[in-house]
């Protein structure tokens, strides 16, 4: 399975999202830039706890099942399905090279990831799109992408097991950035951060004008909140997770202290903020590119209270949530209750949605 690098199709395809915390799965019709979409399935399941453990798939068949689910509960017909891809086994670098045609690059690509990737290009599965961004006529920016094709063989396998044909593997990141852009009703220019903040893993795509300038993937996320409370409360993870979502008492004979939780969950968003942070400081002082303007969250971290306001106060940017749904169309299928509660975390499966085939 190839990797693919970001663009927009004909047919409309199931954008498959699968998190260590849930896997979504997402089909829309996106019917142009000034006329928005139509959703036309959404599906949510739990994963497992520890079924997928810092990207390592732990239990495929617990993964298989999660798929199903998804898929089944949204309604989508269509098997072809474009999944994503993130983490530590995944890189993305933006190069300098001398300038040459593509198929001149696409010949010497291999030599040329070598000097950019930490690992074995013969490990690797490797794509490359060149950008129309640099400024010396002797050079052209390149984006290179490599992840490692046992990551990828792993989605594949437990995609194929579920019933789906998967037609591409994209990068998350990149998802979240095709998530921006057909929910902007004008041409994104300037700097934005979008920052995805997922069970276990934090996605930061930088743009640009609309073009990647930094990405980075960030070994952290919302289950650190539900290991605080673990250990804060000395309950099981299951128990934490409803602690975490505001119930009042992991069970009947027990109350939850407030002040224990609260203080579990400041330390968790400080930790949280400050990795983010540091990685945005250092995009600022490794690049030309400009000031960024305002970060976009999402994902289901980015729910946590007070987070937002903590990460604004910590960076001085001007912080505001991604809703990936903004410019759906009215739907008679789903309540708007329900979209607007799932909302935050669907950025990279409407991304996914929105690359469609035949791109």
Known sequence: MKLSLPGFGKKSVLGLDIGS???????????????????LGIGVAAMPHEAIVQGAFLNSSAI???????????????????VAVSGHSVIVKKVSLSRMTA?????????????????????VNLEFQILDTS???????????AAKKD??????????????????????????ANAFEINQTSDADGVVALVNIGAHVVNINVLRDGVPAFTRDITTGGNQYTQ???????????????????????DQNQAVLPQEVENAMRAVTETVVGEISRSLDFFAATTNSGRIEKVMLS??????????????????????????????LPSRSYDPAFLQEVAPSLAVGIGLAARRSGF
């Not at 298989?64 to 474009?82: C, F, L, N, Y």
């Not at 010497?108 to 930490?118: C, G, L, V």
């Not at 400024?135 to 992408?145: I, Q, R, T």
Request: charged share 25%; proline share 3%; hydrophobic share 45%.
């Open 21 to 39: 915390g849930s896997v979504k799965a997402v089909e829309i019709d996106f019917q142009g830039q000034d006329k928005g979409f139509e959703i």
């Open 135 to 145: 400024e010396d006529p002797a050079l052209m920016d390149v984006l290179l992408v």
């Open 103 to 123: 198929e001149e690059l696409a010949s010497q690509i291999q030599w040329e990831a070598e000097q950019y990737i930490p690992f074995d290009v013969n490990e």
């Open 64 to 82: 298989v099942g999660a798929i199903q689910e998804a898929v089944d509960t949204s309604g989508i017909k269509t098997r072809d399905a474009v």
């Open 151 to 176: 990551l990828i063989d792993d989605y594949v396998q437990v995609m194929s097991e579920a019933g789906l044909t998967p037609i591409a593997v994209d990068v998350a990141s990149f998802a979240l």
């Open 299 to 328: 994902g289901g971290g980015a729910q946590v209270a007070g987070l937002a306001r903590a990460f604004q106060e910590r960076s001085g940017f001007e912080v505001a949530m991604l809703n990936p749904l903004s410019r759906a």
């Open 228 to 250: 605080e409370i673990q250990r804060a409360l000395s309950i099981g993870f299951e128990e934490a997770e409803r602690v975490k979502r505001g119930d009042s008492a992991v």
